[in-house]
């Protein structure tokens, strides 16, 4: 199998690594987290002028970790969608340029194709069919994964991203950013039956475009400021603990009972979670008991698979580049790309 450098600049992580096949040579991350924590969120132009800054040397890094060079490199690889248009750009252009002066072939990938693959890290010996969940900042998905490149996306959010929900509930109940790990700590010491909030169901019969197993949580997140304005307006103390608890036990629940329809309807034994919300201590434990009723498999790769990395895009150009896949140097970055269209990437 090849072995292959990637490059991941999608949002808020500069990370490269040095993958063969399922094996990580090396893999650096440069976390932008404290850049961005002093302004409650990602934002983009910095995210881009941050990983200008750090990826000629996160590259040195990921070689000097590996102990290997250039001639032992097959091929470059970086996210090319989706993602912040600025920050995509940065990664993207560098692979290129490095791909033409070492006559290597170039790959693009798709980021969410990366966080799928980041599942075969931790369990090298799995393989298609399985159903993968992605729950990060950014997306919210359920996926039929067939093989490599051929993907059907059973369910997905009509609004916010499971983490994003996180985030913004995070910054109502004023706990700083990013929200998921916080409420995660503080849901434990809270009663998750506190306050009854609603999961967040929609109509699913005749709406074109939409899947049947879609999760929707920004009526969560208004029931959530509500219940918070109306404690506030009695002129109570607003149970902060109790209002995480019930919060995270609500998009756990309504996570679970999707991923669970999910693989039962299409005979799917194996669940795969990814994404920084697949750390999330109320998730995984609804979702184990979930799968050991119903006799599924479930599998929660660490914590350093399910963010934001380069070995998972390395992960998936390896196995492309074995496929005979490559991109064109044409090929630009997409802010949105559909997981249906990853072979739109490649040439041949
Ligand atoms: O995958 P990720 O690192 O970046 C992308 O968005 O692609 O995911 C980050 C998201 C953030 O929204 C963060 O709040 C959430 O994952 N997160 C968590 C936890 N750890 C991270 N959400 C809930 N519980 C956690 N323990
Ligand atoms: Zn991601």
Redesign the pocket.
């Known amino acids: 199998m090849p072995t292959v450098l990637a490059i991941e600049t999608?949002?808020d992580?500069t990370a490269v690594a040095i993958v063969n096949n399922r094996e990580i040579k090396s893999s650096i991350i440069s976390s932008q987290i404290p850049v961005h924590r002093q302004y409650g969120g990602v934002v983009p132009e910095v995210a881009s002028r941050s990983h200008l800054e750090t990826i000629n040397y996160t590259i040195s890094q990921a070689f000097e970790e590996s102990g290997l060079s250039w001639e032992q490199i097959d091929g470059v690889a970086a996210t090319s969608a989706p993602g912040l248009v600025g920050a995509l750009l940065v990664g993207l252009t560098a692979a290129k340029t490095l791909a033409m002066l070492h006559e290597k072939p170039f790959l693009g990938v798709h980021h969410l194709e990366g966080?799928i693959y980041a599942t075969y890290l931790s369990e090298p010996s799995l393989n298609p069919p399985f159903l993968s969940l992605l729950v990060?900042?950014?997306?919210t998905s359920f996926i039929h994964v067939r093989e490599c490149g051929n993907y059907e996306t059973l369910g997905g959010t009509r609004d916010d991203?499971?983490?994003?929900a996180?985030?913004k509930v995070?910054r109502l109940l004023k706990l700083g950013y990013?929200?998921?790990?916080i409420?995660?700590q503080i849901a434990k010491e809270g009663n998750p039956l506190a306050f009854a909030l609603p999961e967040g169901r929609v109509s699913l019969p005749n709406n074109a475009g939409f899947h049947r197993y879609d999760a929707s949580f920004s009526g969560l997140k208004t029931a959530v400021l509500r219940l918070v304005q109306n404690i506030e307006a009695e002129g109570r103390e607003v149970p902060v603990r109790d209002v995480a608890a019930s919060f995270q036990h609500t998009v756990a629940r309504a996570l679970t009972k999707r991923t669970i329809a999910c693989a039962l309807d299409y005979g799917l034994n194996t669940i795969a979670i990814g994404?920084?919300?697949a750390?999330?201590?109320g998730?995984r434990s609804h979702l184990s008991v979930a799968c050991a009723e119903n006799n599924l498999r479930v599998l929660f790769p660490p914590l350093k698979y399910?963010?934001?990395n380069a070995a998972m895009i390395g992960c998936a150009a390896s196995e492309h580049l074995a496929l005979g896949h490559t991109s064109p140097l044409t090929l630009g970055v997409h802010s949105r790309l559909a997981l249906t269209q990853v072979m739109s990437l490649y040439q041949n």
Do not use: M, W, Y
């Not at 990060?136 to 997306?139: F, N």
């Open positions: 999608s949002c992580e966080h990060s900042g950014g997306h991203a499971a983490g994003e996180f985030d995070a990013p929200g998921g790990p409420i995660d994404g920084g919300v750390a999330n201590s998730l399910c963010t934001d």
